[in-house]
């Protein structure tokens, strides 16, 4: 459960930030949680966070997707919701309460425009564009489409109109039955661009260049309007001196000079349109040059904090896993509780070693028959038996004890009242036998001592043996096979052999469980001559996420994978002559998927060393 909880609210702080006050002058103020504080250039924005300014102030916000708003003096902004993870799965509202605002849409309005919304008192704007303005100063309710094409939808009565680039919406007349919109003048929005342009503007609007360059045309046109009708006033009175000849005469001159006047001020009209639309396209390049290295900043700041954030969590996770594996060794060493034994009628198989213990003369030891020196138990000697727990007596059957180069020695035995084991000599085997005790919830592990002698060998000594599928035994691979090998080999698989258990057969997305997918694969190559590293390349491919990647090593017949900056591990077994299968179970995790369960791997290539 606490786990659980730090997953949790590590992918809460992940996603937290999702945008930054890039640009600010004078006050304003975000409302987070009940509780107000001053925001300064670089404070981040969390969702449902509400920014107020204040007079003369304005503030300009780039959100993650590079969406960029520019807020005007005493405004009211407030988001309503906001996710941005991947194309598949982003949304974005605000809420325009009062004031000026002017918006430049990123990437959720071009990957998912129907996800992008803006609302003011009365009325929602759903864009088709990249650049919208409001104008919720003063008791107006103004929207302007300045780029592109938006929806405006008037709450109260749902009617709906298409706004172009160019067009504008004033809300506040629009009682009727039908909304109408209105072509935008420059005057419209000369006070609207003075109340939310910043001097470190990141989301430069045409609509500014472009009533620069009108109010230029403007002042030259209203001077040769002046020229002329100072000129035609002189004219005039000439001809009132003249004779009604030469009257005409200058009327005609007049009339074609003004022919010449419009047809020289219609050219100049067009070169001034040809110069604002290049002035307008460097704007707009300026303005996404400026856009993309602020979101680009504003990204690797992010990136930065939730690196830190991984790293923390992956500590803390390390420790619970460690405290885990901790719990599981302590829970290995309390002896099997009588509960396991009642009405119990399963099998199983055991397989050990003598490795735990160093050599002892009088109770850790092999000799061979004839000869007096006792020699040190050799490291790839094995103990195995069967046990069936539903029997009434004689539960113990196939019991050896293999010593490399002589006979097996061999044994049988039965259960104590006290559910402890008696294990004898069998067959042509002679010696004391031994006992053992069963430790772990469910009889995980045998631990005791044997004495036991045939016509070659005698051995004496301790003994620790691990619980397997009832019959897997005879076909493990035996450990003559990992002696002197130097091959390499590559094994596949798959998780199909057993059924979705949800505890310990299942694959996890944002913890949602579920059965492992089919076609699931593992696989990794083994250098079986390696001193360390054996497995490597080790990969599961779940098909819909990223892989899980593994190394491990092997230690005769015993197997151990292990992930780089993955959670969990697994452990496998050999089984044929050559090692032809591997069988095993994993379990790992990273921060959003995980997968546990039995698997299979077949050796599909080998290699063998020179």
């Known amino acids: 459960m606490k786990l659980l909880v730090l997953i949790l609210l590590f992918t809460n702080i992940l996603f937290a930030n999702i945008g930054k006050i890039v640009s600010l002058k004078g006050e304003a103020t975000i409302t987070r949680d009940s509780k107000t504080f001053e925001v300064t250039r670089d404070t981040y924005l969390k969702e449902k966070d509400t920014l107020i300014t204040k007079n003369n102030s304005k503030v300009q916000i780039l959100f993650k997707d590079e969406t960029i708003i ?31 605002f002017r918006t430049i849409t990123g990437k959720i309005g071009k990957i998912a425009p129907q996800n992008f919304k803006l609302k003011t008192k009365s009325a929602s704007i759903g864009i088709r564009g990249t650049q919208i303005i409001t104008d919720l100063s003063n008791g107006k309710e103004r929207i302007f489409c300045t780029e592109g094409q938006i929806e405006i939808t008037q709450t109260s009565t749902n009617l709906k109109i298409l706004v172009n680039k160019g067009e504008f919406v004033d809300m506040e007349k629009n009682n009727g039955n039908s909304l109408q919109k209105n072509r935008t003048k420059t005057k419209d929005l000369k006070e609207v661009n003075e109340d939310i342009s ?47 000849t030469t009257e005409t005469t200058e009327t005609t001159e007049v009339s074609v000079n003004t022919a010449d006047d419009n047809i020289l001020e219609s050219t100049n009209t067009l070169e001034e349109t040809a110069k604002e639309e290049e002035i307008t396209q460097e704007a707009q390049e300026l303005a996404d040059e400026l856009a993309a290295e602020e979101a680009q900043r504003l990204a690797d700041e992010l990136a930065a904090e939730e690196e830190a954030q991984r790293l923390a969590t992956l500590e ?12 599981l060794t302590d829970s290995l060493e309390l002896i099997t509780p009588d509960s396991f034994y009642t009405n119990n009628t399963s099998k199983a198989s055991y397989l050990g070693t003598f490795n735990e213990n160093s050599f002892d003369s009088q109770t850790q030891y ?29 539960q113990v059957t196939n019991g050896k004890v293999s010593v490399s180069g002589y006979a097996d020695l061999e044994f049988d035995g039965y259960f104590k009242t006290d559910n402890t084991l008696k294990l004898k000599a069998a067959n042509s085997t002679v010696g004391g036998g031994g006992d053992a005790t069963f430790f772990g919830s469910e009889a995980n592990i045998i631990s005791g001592d044997i004495k036991l002698q045939n016509d070659e060998i005698k051995l004496e000594g301790e003994f620790d ?32 052999s057993t059924r979705y258990d949800e505890s310990s057969q299942y694959s996890s997305s944002y913890f949602n469980k579920s059965a492992i997918d089919q076609d699931t694969t593992i696989s990794m190559d083994i250098d079986f001559g390696a001193t360390q590293d054996h497995i490597t390349n080790g990969k599961i491919d779940m098909v819909s996420v990223p892989d899980f990647e593994f190394t491990g090593h092997i230690n005769q017949n015993n197997v151990s994978l292990s992930g780089g900056d993955l959670w969990g591990s697994g452990s496998a077994k050999f089984y044929g002559n050559e090692a032809n299968t591997m069988k095993g179970n994993i379990y790992f995790q990273n921060l959003t998927n995980s997968i546990k369960g039995d698997f299979e791997a077949s050796k599909t290539t080998a290699d063998q060393a020179n």
């Open 70 to 100: 520019s807020i005007g003096k005493n405004s009211i902004f407030k988001i309503n919701d906001y996710l941005f993870e991947d194309k598949n799965n982003v949304n974005a509202e605000f809420s325009m309460i009062k004031g000026v």
């Open 198 to 244: 910043v001097s470190e503007n990141k989301a430069q609007d045409t609509a500014t260049e472009k009533e620069d360059i009108e109010t230029t045309q403007t002042t030259e046109t209203t001077e040769t309007t002046e020229t002329t009708d100072a000129t035609e006033t002189t004219e005039t009175t000439e001809t009132t001196e003249t004779t009604e």
């Open 316 to 327: 803390e996770l390390g420790k619970e896993q460690e405290e885990a594996a901790d719990a």
């Open 366 to 394: 092999y000799k061979k028959i004839g000869n007096n020196d006792r020699l040190l138990i050799p490291t790839d000697t094995t103990i195995s038996m069967d046990i069936d727990f539903g029997k009434d007596d004689d």
């Open 465 to 496: 043996a691990e619980k397997y599928e009832y019959g897997d035994i005879d076909e493990i691979t035996n450990t003559d096979y990992f002696i002197n090998n130097t091959s390499t080999a590559t094994y596949t698989g798959n998780f199909n």
